[in-house]
């Protein structure tokens, strides 16, 4: 398709009605009717061809030659006229080692017999094994499925590699013309090869130059955009903008240079913003209204030279040459740095921090994910996927087993079981109890005595009479106040004295009465000395008897306490347990639910990122709104579904009715997933999951078992040693019963007489 379909028309409508008309009228010969009977190369005689072609185009086909690896066959659908003859014929005189190491160039000129003589029929050329068309690899898409382990440094690589290769190219005085992301090949090691030779424009000599005619127009430069290039001279600087626009697209994940956002109205496509120089990257973009797409790392990441090639190449004739190109680029390669977190992202330290990390954690797409490795498992069906745990069962066997709850009370002895009281000696005879005479009673300190109470009277008569003087004859108030005051002052004494002399009486009394308690005490003692001892001897056989009771009580008690409480702990050990391993349980499950669905929807999203909208028929998207789309990221079904779940997410150009277009094409690419295709999760990962819940989940189930087994052996353990020990306390309770008893028959009752 030439750049003249973009005059004055909408190239993508023209090229949907060409497509169209080409399906339905294209009449493509048999395989019989393609390959003669008879074909000889120029140089080396008779070939045979293998007839199913292992590729197709335009306007020939592709073979393998029986008997030669690694060389093919290019066989025309109609024979080449004759200026294209010639130019075969020059380029395999013509070519190189170096020509034929950096591109499938023509080696040699197919021919077939007919009644005018022998005329071309293609030619051999280089096989280019383990490669894949360019796109495949800056297209994010792709690459996860092509390229996996190629990283930003690969690519960087890869642009490097292709600058080399053009510039071979233009080396041999050849200009490739038609370069676009459909005749670059490109191999895992990062090296690269161009095809379709015979379409570049090649001068034999300064007569006879022949022409590349065709071109695509998002690889055009600005000053071949309105151009006819039907017999149009080529310049290498032509080609250098072409490689531009590849080496950014290997860089910018896709993104072509000259589309973005703009303030534009109407339909402002990649070919027009070519012709106005509408770099959307470069540094002047913002003050003139453009912008990158969103999604997209800026042409700051780079290194500040090749940012400037950059802005040469599109904004200007000065434009970077092939070799300038691989130079710069191997450059930068070497100066990217790994990324810290530890992923597969490299960048160039001016960017400071890691683009790819940033665009991942902002727009959740990861431009190099991580590689998972493919493993060959074994399948094992007669593996179960479920824990064969049942932790209601487990809870309910606890639960069954009953409380600990014994509690001790000391044995109850009948009396009849004692032996009898020990007798009191013969040679003793029971005392008499002591009695001590009993004290006075304390005196009534509240008596005045006669003296002071006679004073108290006549003291307040006296305070009268003052008072009455005072008013009557003032002269003697005064003299009759102070008697009156001094009556009660020896009235206070005189009552003090008598409280003390009664005090002292009473205490001297007292005193007497003590000593002579005291006395007659130590008689009684002494008199009964052979009784008291007696009576001591056996309080102390009664105290040590009841001693040996409480300690073997306490250590019961404390054995049995310790049995309740480990019975309580291993109770709510087991709710704990219970609820553990329920909550593991139920996250295994979820986790399996999850990864299913996470597989379901993961073939949902293979299968609509398999189907690329460059493949597609899609009414009114043509080639320049397919570049359009891959310049914002849109390049599968997958990508316009999530585009049609984004409304605000805008793409230049594309009006409601282009969208409803993808989106059509989309939805039908959904509706023929087919559920029935994905398969189940497969055992080695349900069993990866099993295996990090396995842990915890065997530990409960073991413990809960472990825990039965001790909560049902409490009771028995404390049964088995009851009877011991209920007997001896039986037997110590027995004996401090008779040493009671014995005691008690040596009691003095005082109340006996």
């Not at 005689?45 to 185009?57: F, N």
């Not at 379409?199 to 022949?210: G, H, L």
């Not at 209601?392 to 002895?413: H, V």
Request: net charge negative.
């Amino acid at each position: 398709m030439t750049s003249g379909m973009a005059m004055g028309y909408d190239s993508d409508a023209a090229e949907c009605i060409f497509r169209s008309i080409v399906n339905e009228v294209l009449f493509v010969p048999p395989m019989s009717e393609i390959l003669p009977r008879q074909l000889v190369t120029q140089r080396s005689g008779p070939i045979q061809v293998v007839p199913e072609p292992v590729a197709r185009g335009g306007e020939g086909s592709i073979h393998a030659v029986a008997g030669r690896p690694g060389v093919l066959a290019k066989l025309y659908f109609q024979p080449p006229d004759p200026a294209r003859a010639a130019k075969l014929a020059a380029m395999v005189r013509l070519g190189s080692e170096a020509l034929a190491s950096a591109a499938a160039w023509p080696t040699d000129l197919i021919l077939e017999p007919t009644e005018q003589g022998p005329r071309v029929a293609g030619f051999l050329m280089p096989e280019v094994v383990g490669h894949r068309e360019i796109h495949q690899l800056f297209s994010p898409v792709e690459r996860k499925r092509h390229f996996p382990h190629a990283n930003w440094k690969m690519l960087a690589l890869t642009a490097s590699n292709l600058g080399r290769v053009v510039a071979a190219v233009h080396a041999s005085g050849s200009v490739i013309g038609d370069t676009n992301q459909n005749n670059v090949l490109v191999s895992p090691r990062a090296t690269v090869h161009l095809i379709d030779c015979d379409s570049f424009q090649f001068r034999a000599d300064d007569a006879n130059c022949w022409t590349c005619d065709v071109g695509k127009e998002e690889y055009l430069p600005p000053e071949l955009q309105s151009a006819n290039l039907r017999g149009l001279v080529r310049e290498t600087k032509h080609d250098d903008f072409a490689l531009a626009v590849l080496v950014f697209q290997l860089l910018f994940m896709g993104r072509h240079p000259f589309a973005g956002r703009h303030n534009r109205s109407g339909d402002f496509g990649i070919g027009a913003a070519i012709a106005e120089g509408a770099y959307f990257y470069g540094r002047d973009a913002a003050r003139i209204g453009l912008a990158p797409p969103p999604g997209v790392i800026a042409a700051g990441d780079l290194s500040e030279s090749l940012e400037a090639a950059f802005e040469r190449a599109f904004l200007g004739r000065d434009r970077p040459t092939a070799a300038e190109w691989a130079e710069s680029l191997l450059t930068f390669a070497g100066e990217l740095v790994p990324c810290p977190g530890g992923v597969r992202h490299v960048f160039h330290p001016r960017s400071g921090a890691c683009p790819w990390c940033n665009l991942r954690s902002k727009f959740k797409v990861d431009f190099f994910p991580e590689v998972i490795a493919a493993t060959n498992t074994v399948e094992i069906p007669a593996i179960r996927i479920e824990f064969q745990v049942d932790p209601e069962a487990l809870i309910t066997r606890i639960l069954a087993i009953p409380k600990f709850g014994n509690q001790y009370s000391r044995p109850r002895i009948s009396k009849k079981r004692l032996r009898p009281a020990e007798p009191v000696p013969a040679d003793l005879v029971r005392p008499e109890p002591f009695e001590p005479a009993p004290e006075p009673p304390e005196p009534d300190t509240s008596a005045t005595g006669s003296l002071a109470f006679l004073l108290t009277a006549l003291a307040w008569p006296t305070f009268a009479a003052a008072g009455v003087a005072l008013f009557t004859r003032p002269q003697l108030a005064v003299p009759a106040a102070a008697v009156a005051f001094g009556m009660l002052g020896l009235s206070k004494w005189a009552g003090r004295s008598f409280r003390n002399r009664a005090t002292a009486d009473w205490l001297a009394e007292c005193e007497e009465i003590r000593t002579q308690n005291d006395t007659d005490q130590a008689e009684w003692l002494d008199a009964n000395h052979d009784w008291l001892a007696e009576v001591d001897r056996r309080t102390r056989l009664r105290d040590e008897a009841l001693a040996a009771l409480a300690e073997k009580e306490t250590a019961w008690k404390a054995w049995l306490e310790k049995a309740r409480a480990k019975d309580a702990q291993l109770r709510a050990e087991a709710a704990t347990l219970h609820n553990r391993l329920m909550d593991a349980l139920a996250a295994y499950r979820r986790e399996l639910a999850e990864q299913s669905s996470a597989r379901r929807a993961y073939a949902v999203e293979a299968w609509l990122e398999n189907h690329l909208i460059r493949d597609a028929s899609i009414a009114q998207i043509g080639r320049t709104r397919v570049a359009m789309l891959a310049s914002f990221g849109i390049e599968t079904a997958a990508d316009v579904v999530r585009l049609m779940q984004n409304p605000g997410y805008a793409i230049p150009g594309f009006g409601q009715r282009l969208l409803n277009n993808l989106w059509y094409w989309a939805a039908d690419v959904q509706s023929r997933f087919d559920p029935t295709s994905v398969d189940p999760l497969p055992m080695a990962a349900t069993l990866q999951i099993k295996g990090r819940y396995e842990p915890e989940v065997m530990a409960a189930e073991h413990r809960l078992e472990r825990i039965a087994s001790e909560l049902a052996a409490i009771a028995p353990a404390v049964e088995a040693h009851a009877p011991a020990v209920l007997a001896r306390l039986a037997e110590l309770t027995t004996a401090w019963a008779e040493a009671e008893g014995d005691l008690r028959a040596m009691r003095i009752r005082s109340d006996r007489n």
